[in-house]
């Protein structure tokens, strides 16, 4: 690897440039890097100022992350004493900035004594968007710069600015126009001839008359917008210290700050997501470089919840969709909903009319296949119901061209049969919307065992282009998450049979932090649907159904939401759960039927069983290979089922847990009379745990 750092002199400017690809991160070589330039800078005489640049892409993104929790992370010189190297500088430093100049980046600027940049560069501290704080000294320096209102407000939300926002502060002396390094000479000259003062950033005093009264008022509101979160109040702590405290001392407490929020599980959790969301586009077996279809035209397949959500999608991003409907009422219906929800946006002032129209323009409603004939990607969305499938993947066989990528909404059933119904099964694959499509960020890309690698390429694009995360799936009932839903639903319905209650167990899971609880989830998908897939795996397997409380319901019409009643009821156009002494008696009828005694269960108990299931399956799903790794289920579980962020995913919450600990629990539930084999430890995580080993 070439030098990350060099050094080139101008007259009497030294030029200390940093292009360490991809955007400068300040992993040690760089730091040490840095160091020495500095070092040979003072070192010559005829040396009478320094300009330190990066790349156009960035000045520098930041601390390398991947050396979080090494020792190269640690390894001297650190980014603070590079950052005094400049500061205390006998010899006047300039930074010259381009493209990214975030976190460590932003801090090391702050260093230099002057700063220019191009009018586009972006400048941040986006620390807190990973549970972290700025940890050298950027929560001390940003506010002497900036002034108390603006700093707080970068350092607290984590949003960049651009360099021409902030022009004419002390963060930015100038904006260059043309080429940054030959404007970064001339300032440079500039500040010699006119012998301009070393204005070390930490010897200023905070610009802000109101100081105090701030404070208070953004300590509440950000303690209200960030309640499962400790690092935005502790970054606004750390900024007032810069009102309040010699320098010194804010660094020490910044310093503070930032070590405990590295060991917070919080942070834990934000660290292991923003990695997770970059695994994930990487697909084993799958070259980076695999030739992609172009996608120009979609056909949607039914104009039902789903369908019309996942036309929405393509429209917005510019996309053309033909919706097709089996007749002309379900499609008017269809286009009529896709209409009024961009309506609504509209209303509340996030789309203009004319990009209602814009969109609207986009979709083709038809009744006819023929409409088909030049669609790049077709994804269907009808009944989930395998006969219906087969007569519409049987007509898309005929119909779509060839090359035409041919693919299903199913929740549950299999691809490979699907697939089977062409005669072409490499372009077929599986497209796993969440409902509501339009809105939730997660896609299941289901691979089947024939899907061809370009197929599956072209799939994670289009996700991207349509602003979804993408996880891969291999083909099982349910993948990844629906299959991992169906335990957490069966554990939350063994509580109910053992003496718990819906508002009970969807209260522990809502306090744990679960965007909604079972049951209020099941009310609202429909119970119905489950009613289904119970009475099919039956039939699949030849058994008659194990009835529960569940089917109960079903019998007596209550299917959630949409019939005002389910596991509660609901009062007419409110989507508030009442709890039901009608759904209560049906329990208790239950319990009584299968000679169960009700026993008192505890919230804790609550959380372990459900969250536990949803762990167990996921260490089956990743032995079987149909997920490639844990974090993939995470990524799943935080898009798509509601797991809440600061907890960083089911796998990586077992991992905290410490797996030992699960495995103690499960064998606990498996050991219990009359217990599902389903609770028995998978083998990965009794392997794992053996092995003093973690799923991520
Ligand atoms: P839905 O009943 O709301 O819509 C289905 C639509 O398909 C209806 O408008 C129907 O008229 C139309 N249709 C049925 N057969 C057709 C045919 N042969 N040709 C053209 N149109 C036809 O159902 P939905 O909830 O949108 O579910 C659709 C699919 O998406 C199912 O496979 C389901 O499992 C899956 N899915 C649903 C959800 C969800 O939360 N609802 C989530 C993910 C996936």
Not at 595 to 604: L, N, P, T
Request: contains cysteine; positive net charge; proline residues 5%.
């Amino acid at each position: 690897m070439s030098h990350p750092v060099s050094i080139s002199i101008h007259g009497p400017v030294a030029v200390i440039s940093m292009d360490k690809p991809p955007v400068n991160s300040l992993g040690a070589a760089l730091r040490a890097g840095i160091a020495d330039a500095m070092d040979q800078a003072q070192a010559n005489a005829a040396v009478q100022a320094i300009v330190l640049t990066g790349t156009a892409r960035a000045f520098s993104a930041g601390a390398d992350v991947t050396e979080f929790g090494t020792p190269m992370a640690a390894r001297e010189p650190n980014l603070r004493v590079v950052i005094s190297l400049l500061e205390d500088s006998p010899k006047p430093v300039i930074g010259a900035i381009s493209g990214q100049c975030l976190g460590g980046g932003l801090e090391l600027a702050m260093g230099c004594h002057y700063r220019v940049a191009l009018a586009d560069a972006t400048l941040g501290l986006p620390e807190v968007k990973l549970g972290l704080l700025p940890g050298a000294g950027g929560t001390q320096r940003l506010p002497r710069l900036l002034g108390l209102e603006t700093a707080l407000n970068m350092v607290v939300s984590g949003n960049p600015v651009a360099a021409a926002q902030v022009a004419g502060t002390p963060l930015v002396d100038k904006i260059i126009e043309g080429d940054l390094l030959q404007g970064a000479l001339a300032f440079a000259h500039q500040v010699l001839e006119q012998k301009m003062p070393l204005r070390r950033s930490r010897d200023l005093k905070v610009k802000d008359a109101q100081g105090q009264a701030f404070l208070q008022f953004a300590r509440n509101t950000v303690g209200a917008m960030s309640k499962n979160f400790p690092a935005p109040l502790r970054c606004l702590e750390a900024v007032a210290a810069s009102v309040s405290k010699p320098f010194d001392e804010g660094v020490r407490l910044e310093r503070e700050g930032f070590m405990a929020l590295m060991a917070s599980p919080e942070s834990r959790a934000l660290r292991h997501v923003f990695a997770a969301e970059r695994a994930a586009a990487k697909i084993p077996g799958l070259a980076a470089d695999t030739p992609l279809r172009t996608i120009a035209k979609v056909g949607v397949i039914g104009a039902g919840t789903m369908g019309g959500g996942i036309t929405m999608n393509f429209l917005n991003a510019g996309v053309p969709v033909v919706l097709l409907e089996m007749k002309q009422e379900a499609l008017d219906k269809g286009m009529a909903t896709i209409r009024r929800n961009y309506e609504n946006t509209m209303k509340k002032g996030k789309l203009k009319p004319e990009q209602v129209e814009q969109r609207m323009a986009l979709l083709t409603g038809t009744l006819s296949y023929d409409a088909f004939a030049d669609v790049d990607l077709v994804i269907e969305a009808v009944f989930e119901n395998m006969e219906v499938k087969q007569t519409v993947f049987e007509t898309l066989d005929r119909v779509c061209k060839p090359g035409a990528i041919l693919a299903s909404n199913t929740s549950y059933l299999n691809i490979d049969k699907i697939a089977s119904f062409t005669k072409r099964p490499a372009d077929v694959l599986g497209l796993h919307f969440f409902s509501p499509a339009n809105v939730m960020r997660l896609l299941e890309v289901v691979r089947g065992a024939a899907t061809a690698p370009d197929v599956l390429a072209t799939s994670m694009a289009v996700a991207k282009k349509i602003k979804k995360i993408a996880i891969v799936s291999g083909v099982c009932d349910g993948f990844i998450g629906n299959r991992m839903l169906a335990r957490y639903g069966a554990a939350a319905s063994g509580l109910i049979n053992a003496g718990a209650l819906p508002q009970q167990i969807d209260g522990a899971l809502q306090k744990f932090g679960m965007a909604m609880g079972p049951f209020r989830m099941g009310d609202l998908a429909g119970l119905d649907i489950g009613w289904a897939t119970r009475k099919r795996k039956a039939s699949e397997a030849g058994l008659p159904m194990t009835p529960v409380v569940a089917d109960k319901l079903c019998e007596a019409g209550r299917f959630g939401q949409k019939t005002g009643a389910g596991w509660y009821r609901y009062e007419a156009g409110k989507r508030d759960p009442i709890p039901d002494a009608v759904t209560e008696a049906l329990i208790t009828e239950y319990r009584a039927a299968n000679g169960i005694k009700a026993r008192k269960i505890s919230d804790a108990e609550v959380i372990e069983r459900c969250i536990f299931a949803l762990v167990n399956e996921g260490a089956r799903i990743l032995q079987e290979g149909i997920a490639a790794r844990a974090s993939d289920i995470d990524i799943a579980y935080l898009n798509g089922y509601g797991f809440p962020l600061h907890r960083g995913g089911p796998m990586l919450y077992a991992d905290l847990a410490g797996l030992p600990n699960v495995v103690r629990a499960l064998r606990r539930f498996a050991a219990e009379p009359g217990a599902d084999a389903s609770w028995q430890p998978a083998p990965l995580l009794l392997q794992l745990a053996a092995d003093g080993k973690t799923f991520c």
